[in-house]
Antibody, heavy 119, light 113 residues
Framework: EVQLVESGGGLIQPGGSLRLSCAASGFSVRSDNMHWVRQAPGKGLEWLALIYTDDRPQYADSVKGRFTISRDDSKNSAFLQMNSLRTEDTAVYYC?????????????WGQGTLVTVSS | DIVMTQSPDSLAVSLGERATINCKSSQSVLYSSNNKNYLAWYQQKPGQPPKVLIYWASTRESGVPDRFSGSGSGTDFTLTISSLQAEDAAVYYCQQYYSIPRTFGQGTKVEVK
C-alpha cells in the first residue's frame, strides 16, 4: 500500500526556516515525480514544487528562491527546505506523487503537516 | 501560468439530485499529440487530503462511484454528480497538469440541502 507521511511542521517566527519531510512507503520516491502542495487555513490548494525523477526541480513563483525541494533515496523520502518564512506561508503542507505511468495527476497524498508562521 | 476558474463557488443540492461544477482554464489543456485533456478533479473532505476522482478530464479513478463523471475538452470542463449522496458533501477542485505550475481551481463547496 502506498503511503506518504509528512513531518516537520510547527510554529516558527517570520524570517525563520523549517525543513519538512515526506516519508514514503509502498513505492520508491526515485521512481515517481514528487510534489509539495499547501493549503492556507480555509483556503484552496496551491501547488508549490516538483522534483522530477531526474532530480530537476520546479517551483511556483511564490516560493522560488526561498524553498528547495529534494529527495533522499536512502530514506525513501522527499523534503521541502523553507527559508525566509512569511506569515502568508502559514498552511497545511502536503506531499503528493504523480500517478505512475503516463498520468500526471496526484494519486497519493499525505495527511499534511501544519506550518504556522507567527511572532 | 494557466488560471483555473471554477463555478459556482458553492452549491446546495438535495439528496438524489444532480450537482454540476464547471471549470474553465485560461488556455487549452488539450495536448494535440495524444488528444488528451490534462485535467483532473479532486474531492476534499474536512481534515482530509484531496482524493483524485477523475483524470484525463473524463476517466474515473478506480473505486470512484459511477455517479461521478467528467466531461469537456480544451478549456471548458464539467464534473457531474448524478445523484448526490450525503457522503459527497465536500470541496471539489479541478487541476491542470498540462504545464508547470500545476494550478488548481479555487474550489467548489458542495453541500446537501
Amino acid at each position: 500500500e502506498v503511503q506518504l507521511v509528512e513531518s516537520g511542521g510547527g510554529l516558527i517566527q517570520p524570517g525563520g526556516s523549517l525543513r519538512l519531510s515526506c516519508a514514503a512507503s509502498g513505492f520508491s520516491v526515485r521512481s515517481d515525480n514528487m510534489h509539495w502542495v499547501r493549503q492556507a487555513p480555509g483556503k484552496g490548494l496551491e501547488w508549490l514544487a516538483l522534483i522530477y525523477t531526474d532530480d530537476r526541480p520546479q517551483y511556483a513563483d511564490s516560493v522560488k528562491g526561498r524553498f528547495t525541494i529534494s529527495r533522499d533515496d536512502s530514506k525513501n523520502s522527499a523534503f521541502l527546505q523553507m527559508n525566509s518564512l512569511r506569515t502568508e506561508d502559514t498552511a497545511v503542507y502536503y506531499c503528493a506523487r504523480d500517478t505512475p505511468g503516463l498520468r500526471d495527476d496526484f494519486d497519493s497524498w499525505g495527511q499534511g503537516t501544519l506550518v504556522t508562521v507567527s511572532s | 501560468d494557466i488560471v483555473m476558474t471554477q463555478s459556482p463557488d458553492s452549491l446546495a443540492v438535495s439528496l438524489g439530485e444532480r450537482a454540476t461544477i464547471n471549470c474553465k482554464s485560461s488556455q487549452s489543456v488539450l495536448y494535440s499529440s495524444n488528444n488528451k485533456n490534462y485535467l483532473a478533479w479532486y474531492q476534499q473532505k474536512p481534515g482530509q487530503p484531496p482524493k483524485v476522482l477523475i483524470y484525463w478530464a473524463s476517466t474515473r479513478e478506480s473505486g470512484v462511484p459511477d455517479r461521478f463523471s467528467g466531461s469537456g475538452s480544451g478549456t471548458d470542463f464539467t464534473l457531474t454528480i448524478s445523484s448526490l449522496q450525503a457522503e459527497d458533501a465536500a470541496v471539489y477542485y479541478c487541476q491542470q497538469y498540462y504545464s508547470i505550475p500545476r494550478t488548481f481551481g479555487q474550489g467548489t463547496k458542495v453541500e446537501v440541502k
